[in-house]
Nanobody
Framework: VQLVESGGGLVQPGGSLRLSCAAS????????MSWYRQPPGKERELVAA????????NYVDSVKGRFTISRDNGKRTVYLQMNSLKSEDSAVYYC?????????WGQGTQVTVSS
């Protein structure tokens, strides 16, 4: 099983980034997918989640209206579109797959929001 994140980087406040997570080694379309983030010195937190067929999404309050999670089961990829980025969005962002007791993490991608 492999989850590979990409798309992180340095962006100015107010800018946008699109994270991608490419999955392999399991039945992607059967798993709910999420994005977590962990700022330096802080706990990892759930940012957004999407159901296995993309029909339901959830967001932490701090990103509602700015971030959008989506998935393409044909491409085995989940995305996180991040707009109107703020300095407090700076963190390592992790992709997470879950189905019942089966859980997988990606290695993370750094997002830094700074002028």
């Amino acid at each position: 099983v492999q989850l590979v994140e990409s798309g992180g980087g340095l962006v100015q406040p107010g800018g946008s980034l699109r994270l991608s997570c490419a999955a392999s080694g399991y039945t992607f379309s059967s798993y709910a997918m999420s994005w977590y983030r962990q700022p330096p010195g802080k706990e990892r937190e759930l940012v957004a989640a999407i159901g296995s067929n993309g029909d339901s999404t959830n967001y932490v309050d701090s990103v509602k209206g700015r971030f959008t999670i989506s998935r393409d089961n044909g491409k085995r990829t989940v995305y996180l579109q991040m707009n109107s980025l703020k300095s407090e969005d700076s963190a390592v962002y992790y992709c997470y797959a879950q189905r019942g007791g089966l859980r997988f993490w990606g290695q993370g991608t750094q997002v830094t929001v700074s002028s």
